[in-house]
């Protein structure tokens, strides 16, 4: 018997419709920044991608200004059934190109066509759906009989799940009646760019989406720009905390979803096999750069030894590699200061005495490439049980006590979200009710649905997007 | 209870060579509260989530020389099944014939592993096999439903194994395993065991009928402890037949058999899999879930009939790079 080999079975690049350079877009139509333009690249290759154009200051004021106007003399006093054909019309738009759309979010960001196909393009979609059945109802969402708009977003995005989050941002805001400028994120800008082309040839009023490419800088701009009446931002809890602390008494509302460092909780009665595929997809799941990623796992100590032995022979079926080829499990690290951060963190633990394990798959040469990795015997004060990791990277800690379960994953100043594995579901109810997280999924992980609000606790950030809960975010209530 | 199965050889393939288990687990099954105990500790099975995972897994892309290699290594899993009443024995020899030789026009194709059939006509089956490495599976037990007396069922078995079969597939009493009597179920098993002498004895779960995935995974066990060398989804007489999920389930009871004792049982996929690419999907499943060592048809077989066919065309416009026809192939 020969080993079985998959041969490669990659995506065309072609269907990407790559073009050499993008450009911003602002009131409705794509023009020149002014910024330095900016390259962006395949991290699972190293080459550049595109160029980009980008933002400066007096872009990000002619953009909010054109986005006030729009608010202002259209979208603002567009009744909401027909605000919901523009965005009905953006969300089938959205399934139409989707197979492009992936194809080019996984060339721009790493993770592997697998998901971008399954997972974040139809779910970017399924938000606009979703927002385009509440334009009309605002009225029944329970603020009030006549909710009205905020006035002007400026959103600022990650790279982690660049069209999907963009999708989390826009919706919400144009079905409440605002406008919007958006940053998206400096590697990973190319899936806004063509939703900005959608944008536009659904006819969309000119200004009512308005997207500027750029680094920190721009979006810092953006959030502290005096014409801008909400800020949402999603990224790293250390730009969240200068965000809040510069908006403080503006009156803007905001909104952050930051990071996290959320427990994976598994008791003895679990259903073993599927906790081992939900621990998988808890941080294997887009290379583990998910905000809300199980990334410690808490095991009852009783079937701790089992459990790993799975786990570990789970993780070896991962296959690591291009991200265009349709059987990779887990695509390119986002960019070469995540690799390193990723190292440096995998280091300490190393140093501080956890004890690793690193999947034997074999890697690409070329890229930024990371094997999946495990420790085991890590305690709560090691930094790999404490920092958001943002890679492929799993801590397992063990636990004795449903009560010294819930200390331990309480225990971190995040509380974005959690896990709970077991058969029991007065132990679910009981957990769940303890969980200082936004999100407790029970028996599954890493589901993300448009109806379902999502958000955090503490240091991952306040606010919700998501649900009728969501809402409230962009209405002035 | 009896007590577990004696220690036999089987000649015919050294990885499925039965070994008494392990002395703990002989202690699982000295009666009936310590076998239900054990069963009832398993670990359960999230249906949600099973069947996220064998929907994930069934999106694999297998594609050229991958897709080859798959077709032919199903071509040699298959056992070529006719089960029908209307069954004469002209119709099993054409299909004896079709299993030594499935594409008469592309000498390279390999023999599938077995042809099945029911017992009456195992010795029609022999002879047209005769000098070929094709093994003659037999049902038994009072197939599909297994409503008979124990005697009734191993003469059954023992007819078969007079007439020549070299494989038994026995079915459990759903019945009895339904209403938790386990240490009939068991006992039934064990006494098949014994009649089958050196044939080797799969086990059918009929998982169609035990409805839940709690009860798949329980059953697999069962039967492994009882000395079963495969554990098979179903008859191919209800539906549902084989599932991906249900398989999952039992490729997982034959990896933790294996962690557990360190012997190879094997899993056989029944009904309702009609084409290549979904014969593809059970094995990825198989090289996935249980691992690539039961990529082979000792470990993993696929109980079908249509299915031969499309192996066979998909693997001519693999190497010719065209479809033909289903008149291009044998249809027996």
Redesign the interface.
Known sequence: ?????????PESREIARLRPSYRMFVGGEFVEGTGEPLKTVNPATEEVLAEVSTASASDVDKAVATARKAQEKVWGRMPGAERAKYIFRIARMIAERGRELAVLESLDNGKPI?ESR?VDIPTASAHFFYHAGWADKLDYAGYGPDPQPLGVAGQVIPWNFPLLMASWKIAPALACGNTVVLKPAETTPLTALVLAEIIQQADLPPGVVNILPGAGDVGSTLVNHPGVDKVAFTGSTEVGKSIQSSLAGTGKKLTLELGGKAANIVFD??????AV??IVNGIFFNQGHVCCAGSRLLVSESIADELL?TLHQRVS?LRVGDPLD??TDVGAINSGMQLAKIRELVAAGDAEGAERWTSPCPLPERGFFFAPTVFANVSQSMRIAREEIFGPVLSVLTFRTPDEAVAKANNTPYGLSAGIWT?KGSRILWMADRMRAGVVWA??FNRFDPTAPFGGYQESGFGREGGRTGLEAYLNV | MAAAPQATTSGADPTTARAAPPADLADLTRDESTLRRFLYGL????A???E??AASLA?????????L??ID?AIRMVDLTTLEGADTPGKVRTLAAKARRPDPERPGVPSVAAVCVYPDLVATAVAGLAGSEVGVASVATAFPSGRAALPVKLADVADAVAAGATEVDMVIDRGAFLSGRYGLVFDEITAVRAACGEAHLKVILETGELATYDNVRRASWLALLAGGDFIKTSTGKISPAATLPVTHVML?AVRDFH?RTGQRRGVKAAGGIRNTKEAIRY?VAV??VAG??W??PSLFRFGASSLLNDLLMQRRAQHEGHYSGPDYVTVD
């Open positions: 018997m020969t080993s079985w080999e998959y041969a490669p079975a697998r399954d009665d679990a259903p073993l096999d599927q595929e939900g032995a079926t349709k059987n058969e028996n599954t | 670990p359960g099975v999230d949600v989530g099973v996220a995972r999106t694999r892309s297998i594609k050229k020389a991958s897709k290699w798959a290594t997982q962690a094995l090289h996935e690539e060592e990529l082979t």
